[in-house]
T-cell receptor, first 110, second 114 residues
């Protein structure tokens, strides 16, 4: 079983819609949870992190964490063409090693 | 401070050659991490340093790979006798103390072994 699994893409949404990305993790000891955005050919960029159950909102992005279900999600509201990228879910065990999922590619149609 | 800097951005080398990459972390960050990313996959942990001490090495880091961080500042990652399977993006990241709040990644070095 992989440490972090993401729903397989690609995910195509129309401009202005909500994009919903899901992620599950296997290790209950995971402490913090991250969403990175990666444009093609570029390095990952941290867009959200969450460590408590519930929702965390930052602009058009909302991260949701449910530790009982070992589930993390990311909602992108009012999706824009500039949101087209691969979104990587990551978890951290201990305080140094990130384990990443394979990523979900999102395409926002104008 | 312009973030984590990696050089070179791209490297093409012939199989069997040695290559060395450099990473300059954010100046106040005492932790430095190396990851490798292949096409269609998320980054995979290779190793990390706290100041100049290398505290963990992944099983992915074969004996052909060596990383150093002299004086706790910049770091180098050397691959000896490169193989085609080493072709990947090599990412460096840094953080202040704990990584619990996430890392800042550099732009990466894309290695192609021909």
């Amino acid at each position: 079983q992989k440490e972090v699994e993401q729903n397989s893409g690609p995910l195509s949404v129309p401009e202005g819609a909500i994009a919903s990305l899901n992620c599950t993790y296997s290790d209950r000891g995971s402490q913090s949870f991250f969403w990175y955005r990666q444009y093609s050919g570029k390095s990952p960029e941290l867009i959200m992190f969450i460590y408590s159950n519930g929702d965390k909102e930052d602009g058009r992005f909302t991260a949701q964490l449910n530790k009982a279900s070992q589930y993390v999600s990311l909602l992108i509201r009012d999706s824009q063409p500039s949101d087209s990228a691969t979104y990587l879910c990551a978890v951290i065990l201990n305080d140094y090693k990130l384990s990443f999922g394979a990523g979900t590619t999102v395409t926002v149609r104008a | 401070d312009t973030g984590v800097s990696q050089n070179p951005r791209h490297k093409i080398t012939k199989r069997g050659q040695n290559v060395t990459f450099r990473c300059d972390p954010i100046s106040e960050h005492n932790r430095l991490y190396w990851y490798r990313q292949t096409l269609g996959q998320g980054p995979e942990f290779l190793t990390y340093f706290q100041n100049e001490a290398q505290l963990e090495k992944s099983r992915l880091l074969s004996d052909r790979f060596s990383a150093e961080r002299p004086k706790g500042s910049f770091s180098t990652l050397e691959i000896q006798r490169t193989e085609q399977g080493d072709s990947a993006m090599y990412l460096c990241a840094s953080s202040f103390e704990s990584g619990l709040y996430g890392y800042t990644f550099g732009s990466g070095t894309r290695l192609t072994v021909v």
